[in-house]
Every structure is written in structure tokens, then in C-alpha cells.
């Protein structure tokens, strides 16, 4: 059987590693200029060699993004840019630009794949792409199974079809959206989106004088949503993602945090892996996937007109919440970890882990601080403290509890 990749983002350093640790295949990130998540910590040409160099390391992928909708201005200094990943060994690069594209074929030898922001959603528009010199497609979000197996039977076993899987969802058409543009200045399309369609929304209606009532939609208590989707989750179907002859299963959130990277990442992975030796999970994967940040699931458009229920969904939340990362593995019943939120002495943890130590769970009952102080609590930001634990940690594996626990 063709192995799936599981595909990653890294928003910084430390997500890149996280991703890896929990087992992705291959990562994605953007540099200082010419991607789409401008918010997102990205990496700089030193970080960019240092990233390829540790991911290489564990035999894992690095493509960089190169996908806004570039204007004449854009192109400034993007040969240069281009060589230098080609020089330092990128795997791929990211575009959705036609004149990008050219500039990879006619100055590199990157591999270059065409990012969902190009809106490919036909068999047409696929081969066109496949003949600039295309070797992976990142398929529009908006097809169905259906349609993903016609484009990867016209394109041929030689081109990988990339889609996403899990994450958020565009209210726009594969991303492309100038809400942001019109109503704050920031282009979504260069990598400043605003993400207006997760803003609050009320009716306004106005009278003879020009004056403005305004009607809130009934939705929850936190607002009226209309505009806000539901977030992607097909960890359920990995076998109908294999049979449609998807190559690489992508995983949103450059912009989400480490805690985040590492529960999906660590989710996909152990459901991949299921899939290949026809077993059953020993826990739920939806409710392992709600201990990080959500919103409710949604198949979107996998399924065509068998899910009608994309859209609506409010704020994000999540069941757990992030405590401390592992600096050192387990050594004589402690470890040493790092702090990420608040926890004290009686608190119940539970551990998130690429090992069988996964979804453990024990009770804080020592703490010392590196000086080996007995402490009650630990709230000092990334404060390192050892604690008591049963069971076998990796440096990276991180730690969580209940939010109704702590």
C-alpha cells in the first residue's frame, strides 16, 4: 500500500519540532515575505536554513509558501528569494501565482506545488498546471471525493493531489476574500486577513432620517456567527481519503498554537497508522481532537449533498488546556518540564504523547524548582520545575488537564 503523508503546519521553530515529534511527515511554514499567514511568527533566511537542516534530520519534508496574489510590486527581490530555497535544499514551494510559478520553472529546480489559493476544481485547470511543470496540486476545499478522483485519474499516478483535512474553514472560495481588504485595509490575499467572517454580525435597518437600528441574529451568547464556519475534521474517513487517491493529508493552522500542532498532528498520526493495520483505536478521536481549540466539525464539501451543515458555529473552545512542556525524559519518577499555564500540587494531569504514555493520567504530588525547592504551584511564565511522574516522557511530549479540574 502508498503511504499517506501527513502534512503539518509550523507557524515558528517550535511548532516545526512539535509537528515532527508527534510524527508528520512533512511540514509547512511561510518566510518573512511573499506568504499568506503575515501574523504568523514565519521564519527568516537563517531560521529557513536551520528549519530544512532539523527536518531533514528526521527524514521530514519542508515546503515553504510562496502563495499570495502578487501585484507588479511583489516581484521585487522574489528571484533571489526563490534561488536561496532551491540552494538550501527546500522540498517544495507553495504558489498560486502564475508568474510565481514561471519563476520557479525558469530559475530553480524546486518542486513546485500549486496551492489551494488557485482554486483548482477541475480536470482542466489541473492539467494546465500540470503542464507549467506542476508535481503536486493543493485541490480547492470545495470538491467532493468525486470530483478529487476524476482530477487524479486525468493528472496520472505522477502528481500528487494534496487536501486539507482538518482545520479551519474559508467563508470565501478556497481563501480568496476581500472582506478584509474592504473593511480594515489589511489584504487577505498578501497574508493580513482579518478574518472578518468570524466577527460578530447584526442587521441594520435605516429609517427616513438615516438613522441606524440595529437587530442582532439569535444564535447563542456569545453572538451571531452567519458568517462563521464550522471547522474541517475528516479524521473519521482516512480510508475514503486513500481511495480517492489523495497523496498528502494536510493539516490547517499556521497561525494555532504548539498545544494545537501537537493534538492533531498526534490524532492524524495515530489514525494513519491505524488505517494501515485495520485497527480499531483504544480512544475516541473526536473527543481527543475537542481538547484543543474548535469550533464544531464539519466533513465541508467531501461529501457533496450528504452534509448540509458547513456553516454557523461560534467561538472557539476546548475541554483541555495546555500546562507545561517536557525539557528532559523521565529519569527515577521525575521530570523536568516547563511551564504554560497555571498548575499546583493535587492537580490530575494528562499526558499528550507520541508514545503509549498517550492519555495517561497522574497526579501532581511533588514539585521542585531547579534548585531543588519544594513548591505548592507554578504560575511564573516558562518557569522549569521537576514534578513526579509514573510513567515514560519525552523531551517535547506536553502535558494538559481538564478545564473543569483545575
Same mark, same amino acid.
Given at each position: 500500500m502508498r503511504k499517506l503523508e501527513l502534512l503539518s503546519p509550523a507557524g515558528d521553530f517550535e511548532k516545526m519540532v512539535t509537528a515532527i515529534h508527534f510524527g508528520s511527515n512533512a511540514v509547512y511554514f511561510g518566510g518573512k515575505r511573499f506568504g499568506l499567514r503575515a501574523f504568523s511568527s514565519n521564519f527568516d533566511e537563517n531560521e529557513i536554513i536551520k528549519a530544512v537542516k532539523y527536518a531533514h534530520e528526521y527524514n521530514v519534508k519542508v515546503y515553504v509558501t510562496v502563495n499570495i496574489l502578487a501585484h507588479n510590486e511583489d516581484f521585487n527581490g522574489m528571484v533571489e528569494y526563490l534561488k536561496f530555497l532551491d540552494e538550501n535544499h527546500v522540498d517544495g514551494v507553495i504558489v498560486s501565482d502564475f508568474g510565481i510559478a514561471s519563476l520557479v520553472k525558469k530559475y530553480t529546480s524546486l518542486e513546485l506545488h500549486v496551492s489551494t489559493q488557485a482554486n483548482v476544481t477541475n480536470i482542466y485547470s489541473a492539467k494546465m498546471w500540470v503542464q507549467l511543470g506542476a508535481k503536486r496540486l493543493v485541490l480547492a476545499r470545495e470538491l467532493s471525493f468525486k470530483e478529487i478522483k476524476e482530477?487524479?485519474?486525468?493528472?496520472?499516478?505522477?502528481?500528487?493531489?494534496?487536501?486539507?483535512?482538518?482545520? =479551519? @474553514?474559508?467563508?470565501?472560495?478556497?481563501?480568496?476574500?476581500?472582506?478584509?481588504?474592504?473593511? &480594515?485595509?489589511?489584504?487577505?490575499? *498578501?497574508?493580513?486577513?482579518?478574518?472578518?467572517?468570524?466577527?460578530?454580525? =447584526?442587521?441594520?435597518?435605516?429609517?427616513?432620517?438615516? /438613522? &441606524?437600528?440595529?437587530?442582532?441574529?439569535?444564535?447563542?451568547?456569545?453572538?451571531?456567527?452567519?458568517?462563521?464556519? *464550522?471547522?474541517?475534521?475528516?479524521?473519521?474517513?482516512? $480510508?475514503?481519503?486513500? /481511495? =480517492?487517491?489523495? =497523496?498528502?493529508? $494536510?493539516?490547517?493552522?499556521? @497561525? $494555532?498554537?504548539?498545544?494545537?500542532?501537537?493534538?492533531?498532528?498526534?490524532?492524524?498520526?495515530?489514525?494513519?497508522?491505524?488505517?494501515?493495520i485495520n485497527e480499531k483505536p483504544n480512544f475516541n478521536y473526536i473527543e481527543e481532537l475537542k481538547k484543543t481549540s474548535n469550533r464544531d466539525f464539519t466533513t465541508g464539501f467531501y461529501f457533496k449533498d450528504e452534509h448540509k451543515e458547513n456553516l454557523v458555529s461560534s467561538r472557539q473552545i476546548e475541554t483541555y488546556k495546555y500546562i507545561a512542556v517536557v525539557l528532559k525524559s523521565t529519569r527515577d519518577g521525575y521530570v523536568l518540564v516547563e511551564h504554560r499555564n497555571k498548575f499546583k500540587k493535587g492537580d490530575k494531569l494528562e499526558i499528550l504523547s507520541s508514545n503509549d504514555s498517550f492519555n495517561k493520567q497522574f497526579i501532581v504530588e511533588e514539585i521542585f524548582d531547579l534548585n531543588n525547592n519544594p513548591l505548592e504551584e507554578v504560575k511564573k511564565i516558562k518557569e522549569k520545575v521537576y514534578i513526579n511522574c509514573p510513567f515514560y516522557l519525552e523531551k517535547h511530549d506536553i502535558l494538559r488537564i481538564k478545564k473543569d479540574e483545575n
Amino acid at each position: 500500500m502508498r503511504k499517506l503523508e501527513l502534512l503539518s503546519p509550523a507557524g515558528d521553530f517550535e511548532k516545526m519540532v512539535t509537528a515532527i515529534h508527534f510524527g508528520s511527515n512533512a511540514v509547512y511554514f511561510g518566510g518573512k515575505r511573499f506568504g499568506l499567514r503575515a501574523f504568523s511568527s514565519n521564519f527568516d533566511e537563517n531560521e529557513i536554513i536551520k528549519a530544512v537542516k532539523y527536518a531533514h534530520e528526521y527524514n521530514v519534508k519542508v515546503y515553504v509558501t510562496v502563495n499570495i496574489l502578487a501585484h507588479n510590486e511583489d516581484f521585487n527581490g522574489m528571484v533571489e528569494y526563490l534561488k536561496f530555497l532551491d540552494e538550501n535544499h527546500v522540498d517544495g514551494v507553495i504558489v498560486s501565482d502564475f508568474g510565481i510559478a514561471s519563476l520557479v520553472k525558469k530559475y530553480t529546480s524546486l518542486e513546485l506545488h500549486v496551492s489551494t489559493q488557485a482554486n483548482v476544481t477541475n480536470i482542466y485547470s489541473a492539467k494546465m498546471w500540470v503542464q507549467l511543470g506542476a508535481k503536486r496540486l493543493v485541490l480547492a476545499r470545495e470538491l467532493s471525493f468525486k470530483e478529487i478522483k476524476e482530477i487524479k485519474e486525468a493528472v496520472g499516478e505522477d502528481i500528487d493531489i494534496e487536501c486539507f483535512a482538518h482545520g =479551519a @474553514m474559508c467563508i470565501s472560495y478556497s481563501g480568496r476574500c476581500l472582506l478584509s481588504n474592504y473593511l &480594515t485595509g489589511r489584504d487577505s490575499n *498578501k497574508g493580513e486577513c482579518a478574518q472578518i467572517c468570524r466577527w460578530n454580525f =447584526a442587521l441594520g435597518i435605516k429609517n427616513d432620517n438615516d /438613522e &441606524t437600528t440595529y437587530f442582532p441574529f439569535e444564535e447563542d451568547n456569545h453572538g451571531s456567527y452567519v458568517l462563521n464556519s *464550522k471547522d474541517l475534521c475528516m479524521i473519521d474517513y482516512i $480510508k475514503d481519503i486513500y /481511495e =480517492a487517491g489523495i =497523496a498528502s493529508l $494536510k493539516i490547517e493552522g499556521r @497561525m $494555532k498554537s504548539n498545544y494545537y500542532v501537537a493534538t492533531v498532528t498526534n490524532a492524524y498520526r495515530r489514525a494513519i497508522d491505524n488505517f494501515y493495520i485495520n485497527e480499531k483505536p483504544n480512544f475516541n478521536y473526536i473527543e481527543e481532537l475537542k481538547k484543543t481549540s474548535n469550533r464544531d466539525f464539519t466533513t465541508g464539501f467531501y461529501f457533496k449533498d450528504e452534509h448540509k451543515e458547513n456553516l454557523v458555529s461560534s467561538r472557539q473552545i476546548e475541554t483541555y488546556k495546555y500546562i507545561a512542556v517536557v525539557l528532559k525524559s523521565t529519569r527515577d519518577g521525575y521530570v523536568l518540564v516547563e511551564h504554560r499555564n497555571k498548575f499546583k500540587k493535587g492537580d490530575k494531569l494528562e499526558i499528550l504523547s507520541s508514545n503509549d504514555s498517550f492519555n495517561k493520567q497522574f497526579i501532581v504530588e511533588e514539585i521542585f524548582d531547579l534548585n531543588n525547592n519544594p513548591l505548592e504551584e507554578v504560575k511564573k511564565i516558562k518557569e522549569k520545575v521537576y514534578i513526579n511522574c509514573p510513567f515514560y516522557l519525552e523531551k517535547h511530549d506536553i502535558l494538559r488537564i481538564k478545564k473543569d479540574e483545575n
